[in-house]
């Protein structure tokens, strides 16, 4: 999609006419339909105005999009193939069905909520569910140690996470090298108010290829009650086939 026809389904999604977003995000709305229709480019400026009067991201505007696969091994069964593909359908679904709602949330926003609440978890209704929770990485620990799965987040969503103990047994699967990375990461946040990085992962799940790319966001936070976590916000960045 064109970021013009964006422009229109975000209207949409939000119930509002494209004359009635330009008027409470201040644009002119002759200018704008004109820039659609003729399929000019539109400045930064107007979708930044717009992203703030429909309370959508910037990343739901983009052109682009990411192409999310899971694939089947070479060696896996009909069955796991069939049940891969199966997966990588409804995970295409379900990622177009939040976007055309209006319910992607970006790195930005949660740096958003990080830096209004002070790293303190609370306030998060719209958010808590798209996040993972650990406990501060220990000496000795050979993974790591979830607090909280969030039901809508990454890692939930794509590798079927229903609670702690399956994100043991998943992940807990996942390379050494991999899961040492993650150890690595989690432990050097600890002393930073926050970090992003692109992750590579290319993994092979009960017959299933996951390969591709994610951003993820890593942040202390505390909780009221005074306990200190790691909090995880992951995006799909770019996923490919082979």
């Known amino acids: 999609m064109s970021v013009g026809d964006n422009i229109l389904k975000a209207c949409k999604a939000r119930g509002v006419s494209l004359a009635r ?25 107007t979708i930044d105005k717009l992203s703030a009067a429909l309370n959508l991201p910037l990343g739901y505007f983009s052109s682009h999009e990411p192409a ?10 009909l069955l ?5 593909r199966a997966l990588s359908n409804l995970l295409e679904r379900q990622v177009a069905a939040l976007a055309d709602w209006g319910y992607q949330i970006g790195v930005e926003d949660v740096l958003d909520w990080l830096i209004a609440h002070d790293s303190m978890l609370i306030k998060h209704d719209w958010l808590i569910e798209r996040v993972d929770l650990f406990y501060p990485v220990k000496k000795g620990d050979t993974m790591l140690r979830p607090y909280r799965i969030g039901s809508q987040s990454l890692a939930a969503r794509y590798f079927r996470l229903l609670d702690t103990d399956d994100y043991n047994e998943v992940v807990g699967r996942f390379n050494r090298d991999f899961l040492n990375r993650l150890l690595v990461a989690h432990r050097d946040v600890a002393n930073k108010r926050y970090s992003v990085a692109d992750v590579m992962i290319d993994e092979v799940i009960d017959g299933a290829r996951i390969k591709g790319t994610y951003r993820r966001l890593l942040a202390p936070v505390t909780t009221p009650d005074g306990q200190k976590l790691t909090l995880l916000f992951s995006k799909l ?5 082979r």
């Open 21 to 45: 977003a330009c008027t409470l995000a201040d644009l002119r709305y002759s200018t704008l339909h004109s820039q659609i229709a003729n399929e000019r480019e539109i400045p930064f400026s």
């Open 237 to 241: 960045a770019q996923f490919s086939t």
């Open 80 to 84: 796991q193939a069939r049940a891969a």
């Open 68 to 77: 999310v696969r899971i694939e089947p091994d070479e060696e896996a069964t």
